[in-house]
């Protein structure tokens, strides 16, 4: 089946830095999606990306759908102490929708 | 709106003891979604109902069962609840299924089984 290749695992960084993850496959993705998860909460939409090349924006995030299909990246700007969380990527392909495992997001003031 | 509501939000079962996780939706979607979530796997679908009066497997199905009881709710049965199903299970929503139809989800239940 698809799956999703969700990096890095964790990451820890001072209040002010920027912050890049990434997500690839080795299947195509029609749609892909970045996901922030609060602890104790549900998953909550960022950015949605629907072609290849498609670069968004959303305040201090800007995501990107690879030109292959099979990647995308997230960055956070300047990034403040609540950014803290879980950032998940996922992948749309027909009906089928795949997560990756999560990037674990530490912002030290 | 109170978006996905799910109930309850934590249990502790006994292994083989059955129980029922409920989820509803006030945003009039169509599709609605059963994920399981465990330390570095991200969420993996169980089950989905495209529309009201159909459901279909997802990867991770064996041990469940799921009911589209109306377009608002859709719910998770484990029969013989195992040691392997101790999770965190998320509902989700969407207008529909595909290309372009966000998923909004949950608060997610907390279930342990001994």
């Known amino acids: 089946g698809q799956q999703l290749n969700q990096s890095p695992q964790s990451m820890f960084i001072q209040e002010g830095e920027d912050v890049s993850m990434n997500c690839t496959s080795s299947s195509i993705f029609n749609t892909w999606l970045w996901y922030k998860q609060d602890p104790g909460e549900g998953p909550v939409l960022l950015i949605a990306l629907y072609k290849a090349g498609e670069l968004t924006s959303n305040g201090r995030l800007t995501a990107q759908f690879g030109i292959t299909r099979k990647d995308s990246f997230l960055n956070i700007s300047a990034s403040i102490p609540s950014d803290v969380g879980i950032y998940f990527c996922a992948g749309t392909f027909n009906n089928d929708m795949r997560f990756g495992a999560g990037t674990r997001l530490t912002v030290k003031p | ?114």
């Open chain 2, 1 to 114: 709106n109170a978006g996905v509501t799910q109930t309850p939000k934590f249990q502790v079962l006994k292994t083989g003891q059955s129980m029922t996780l409920q989820c509803a939706q006030d945003m009039n979607h169509n599709s609605m979604y059963w994920y399981r979530q465990d330390p570095g796997m991200g969420l993996r679908l169980i089950y989905y109902s495209a529309s009201e009066g159909t459901t279909d497997k997802g990867e991770v199905p064996n041990g469940y069962n799921v009911s589209r009881l109306n377009k608002r709710e859709f719910s998770l049965r484990l029969e013989s609840a195992a040691p392997s199903q101790t999770s965190v299970y998320f509902c989700a929503s969407s207008a529909a299924i595909g290309r372009g139809y966000e998923q909004y989800f949950g608060p997610g239940t907390r279930l342990t089984v001994t």
